[in-house]
Structures are given as structure tokens and as C-alpha cells.
């Protein structure tokens, strides 16, 4: 049995501007860092083993801060990094659906079917988390912390609920919300989607 506790990372400077990130990096605004200490706080009572995070700096400033309080190492790992949005990268979220709303649209309604023009291959992008994936079930780890990314988590849950990658963002997981999968007899089992429990005093 595995319980696989997954957490997107803290605010970031560019999450406060709306601007879509995908691989370019900032780092964690002043809120962020009390959302992570906040998720520390959480966490602290179901002993993880371990903490694999991005080696984004909006995740694994996350990461820090929460090992930091759990009292464990940061473990990085490439595959955990943000999909790759390519040219729409640095541009406004909200200015992007103005002025290719039809293009966004169908990405967010179906991103397999409707890939943005120069983003990273949906096919690689899912090669390597399900790698991630198939190492972390390998493992002797039984409680694994996960600090990434939306997209990156997102496909997490996707792939070990066999919902497919078609759904990418039909799942939604704010700054710090917490996800909690349990793996068992070769099974998934969704126990908490984007809990936010502890943020409920800011």
C-alpha cells in the first residue's frame, strides 16, 4: 500500500500576474511562502518517507519549505517539471483566451485532440510522468510527497485513474491544494482532490 500525497506549488510571482508559466520559472511571492508553511503544517502528521519535486523554482522552494518543516531532504527529478506551453509561455492567461480564445478553448476542452501549436508532444509529455510514476510505485517509499505542477500533477491523476489525458484540465488544483491517491492491490483510489483546508485562515 502507497499513499501518494500530491501538492502544487506555492504562488509564484507570475500565478499573481496571470501570466502562463509552463517551463519559465519565478519565484514564490510573500503569500506563497505561508501557503507552503501552511502545507507543511498539514502534512506533518502522515509520516512521508520522502519528497520528489520540479526543479522549478515555484516547486521546489515549495519543496524546501516543507521538508524544511517535515525535517527531509529535497529529492528533484526532471520528469516533474510543467509541461511546455511553448510560444504561448509569458503571455497573459486571460489576454491569450481574448486573442485565441477559439484555439484555448478546444486545448482546455481536449488537449490531445486539439495540441497548442509549438507546445511540448502530449505523447513525451505523458512518457515521462508515467515513467515518474512507474519508479515511485517501484519504490520502498509507502508515504511519497510530490511537489510539482498543475499540468504535471494533473496528469498524475489522470494516468492512475485511467481517465486519459483528454481530461488534463477537467482536474483543477489551486496553489497548495492537496491531492491524496492511495495505491492498493494495483489499484488507485482518489481519497482527496485539491484540499485546502489549511489555507482557510488566509
Known amino acids: 500500500m502507497k499513499h501518494l500525497y500530491l501538492l502544487r506549488h506555492a504562488q509564484s510571482e507570475y500565478n499573481e500576474k496571470g501570466i502562463f508559466q509552463g517551463r519559465l520559472d519565478s519565484d514564490l511571492t510573500p503569500l506563497g511562502f505561508v501557503q ?4 507543511a503544517q498539514e502534512l506533518l502528521d502522515k509520516n512521508i518517507d520522502i519528497i520528489y519535486s520540479s526543479p522549478q523554482r515555484r516547486a521546489y522552494k515549495t519543496a524546501l519549505t516543507v521538508g524544511d518543516v517535515l525535517g527531509l531532504e529535497v529529492v528533484v527529478d526532471e520528469r516533474l517539471r ?5 510560444d504561448y509561455e509569458g503571455r497573459h492567461f486571460w489576454t491569450l483566451m481574448e486573442q485565441e480564445g477559439v484555439l484555448m478553448r478546444a486545448w482546455l476542452s481536449n488537449p490531445l485532440k486539439n495540441p497548442l501549436p509549438t507546445q511540448e508532444s502530449m505523447q513525451s509529455f505523458k512518457e515521462r510522468v508515467e515513467d515518474f510514476l512507474k519508479d515511485v510505485l517501484s519504490s520502498s517509499h509507502e508515504r511519497i510527497l510530490i511537489v510539482a505542477h498543475g499540468g504535471t500533477l494533473h496528469a498524475i491523476v489522470c ?6 489525458l483528454e481530461n488534463l484540465w477537467n482536474i483543477h488544483m489551486d496553489n497548495t491544494g492537496i491531492t491524496h491517491l492511495l495505491y492498493n492491490s494495483g489499484r488507485f483510489e482518489l481519497k482527496a482532490l485539491n484540499r485546502l483546508c489549511h489555507l482557510a485562515g488566509l
Not at 36 to 39: F, G, I
Not at 82 to 86: A, Y
Not at 159 to 164: Q, T
Open 82 to 86: 510543467e509541461m511546455s506551453f511553448g
Open 36 to 39: 507552503a508553511r501552511l502545507s
Open 159 to 164: 494516468l492512475a485513474l485511467g481517465l486519459g
